[in-house]
């Protein structure tokens, strides 16, 4: 073909689908309510309480209107500070047995990494030793609290992990060899996840970026993940780990998945680049996961755009490699997620918006595991995307029409197929793997799609 004529024609072909998107793509309409007015500054932590109550741990010094030192409870109806609340710079809390615990750094005068609410005040403690302690992440299972964290000496810093047993600060499994980001629990075992590759002495094969106590050390969960781990989730026996989506222009692993009695992870996110959209943020991450107990959801720095329905920082994960839902547009990032029996999916992080509506750090929904994006979005969509063998076209009207896929060269790669009932199977199994456009033709009027084959 000649190049100006195939120019012409790419030109042509692409330009219905850059016009049916930019016609198509509409926001989420998942419904989010700021929390009590919300807060003055960014959300680190949601714990759930007794009845209606919530303790907001994060950086901020007003909650509702009133005063609250980096910490505020709940009570269904409003805020109230803790006490003299703590200082310094908070990375994390847990609840154990009913009692609220923070951890970080400098809580106090006295370089305290951890506190806890004994009721009526704060008191303060040491989980991990040396000049400059810090506790980097806290975890609760089964009543007991683990913390990981950072011993700082002349000698330089040693990251490990610490359980609460009696009163008492115990050493979980060796010193890892970089930062501990956060912890979870897998087939009867603690799990850990960050920065770290292996164990500081050189030993452990296969630490990378998660590990799992394996006897009385940490051992590999298959050969690891490939970039710092920033959040875990234990769903029916299966083990969820999220982190960078992509790191400048290179995809990364954003959500994996291992199964109980698995050997390898399963990446969750091979296509992001084609519903993450490149621009802002340069560097989209999970960063927070939780589950309803039938759903996963991921929060964190990142847009969607999926099927035309857009959205950005929390997601629904649908089961399935590439699958996600946008559940809210967040003008900025999600550092906690929580769900809550009196107040469905709580959201905390940076963000003060949520689509038109203000959202101070806090807000939260019912709406996360009921809504249906197929209800308010305009067709047609194409799923899966990227695909393997099928690809399913729906919402279209049902009318009669012609689908056929195109290379990027302008070339016809399929037979012409027939639409009859508003939707159309194609196999599209002996494609290379690459990208594609489908061109859908209804009523006369020609449409195209992006798809990416795997």
């Known amino acids: 073909m000649n190049p100006q004529i195939r120019m012409a024609f790419l030109a042509w ?106 009721g009526n005040a704060w008191v303060f403690g040491n989980a991990f030793s040396g000049n400059y302690p810090q506790v980097t992440t806290l ?56 920065d770290f590759t292996a164990l500081q002495n050189g030993g452990g094969t296969n630490l990378n970026h998660v590990a799992i106590i394996t006897g009385s050390d940490w051992g590999p969960l298959g050969v690891g ?61 999970v960063n927070a996961l939780c589950t309803d107990g039938d759903h996963l959801i991921l929060g964190g720095k990142f847009p969607l755009d999926v099927n035309g329905v857009t959205g950005s920082h929390v997601a629904r994960f649908d089961g399935s490699a590439d699958a996600f839902t946008p559940l809210a547009s967040f003008n900025d990032a999600v550092s906690v997620l929580a769900w809550t029996s009196p107040w469905g999916l709580v959201a905390g992080g940076s963000f003060t918006m949520e689509g038109s509506t203000v959202a101070n750090h806090l807000a939260h929904t019912d709406q996360a595991t009921s809504i249906n994006t197929t209800e308010r979005a305009v067709g047609p969509f194409i799923f899966p995307n990227p695909v393997v063998d099928q690809l399913l076209l729906s919402g279209v009207p049902p009318m009669d029409g012609v689908v056929e896929v195109y290379g990027l060269d302008g070339r016809r790669l399929s037979a012409t197929a027939h639409l009859h009932t508003g939707q159309a199977t194609l196999d599209v199994s002996s494609l290379a793997p690459g990208l594609y456009l489908l061109r859908l033709t209804v009523n006369g009027q020609p449409e195209s799609l992006r798809f990416i084959k795997e």
């Open 13 to 118: 072909l692409t330009t219905p689908l850059i016009a049916g998107m930019t016609a198509q793509a509409q926001p989420t309409n998942t419904v989010w309510t700021e929390l009590g007015g919300g807060v003055n500054g960014p959300v680190i932590a949601v714990l759930e309480g007794n009845g209606d109550t919530l303790v907001v741990v994060g950086d901020f010094t007003v909650a509702g209107g009133v005063p609250a030192n980096h910490v505020a409870l709940w009570d269904g109806n409003s805020f109230s500070g803790m006490g003299s609340g703590v200082g310094g710079n908070i990375s994390s809390a847990a609840m154990v047995n009913g009692v609220p615990y923070i951890g970080g750094d400098a809580l106090s005068s006295n370089y305290n990494d951890i506190a806890y609410w004994d």
């Open 225 to 285: 993940l490939p970039d710092a781990v920033n959040a875990l989730q234990d769903m029916d026996g299966t083990l969820y780990a999220g982190g960078p989506i992509r790191t400048g222009g290179v995809q990364d692993f954003g959500l994996a998945r291992f199964a109980l009695g698995a050997s390898t992870w399963e990446m969750l996110m091979p296509g992001s680049t084609a519903y993450v959209p490149m621009g802002a943020p340069d560097y989209p991450a």
């Open 139 to 194: 975890f609760e299972h089964d009543g007991t609290l683990y913390a990981g964290g950072i011993t700082a000496g002349f000698a330089g810093l040693d990251d490990h992990v610490l359980r609460l047993v009696n009163g008492n600060w115990e050493p979980v499994g060796g010193t890892l060899n970089n930062l501990v980001r956060c912890l979870g629990w897998h087939d009867g075992r603690i799990v850990a996840g960050g």
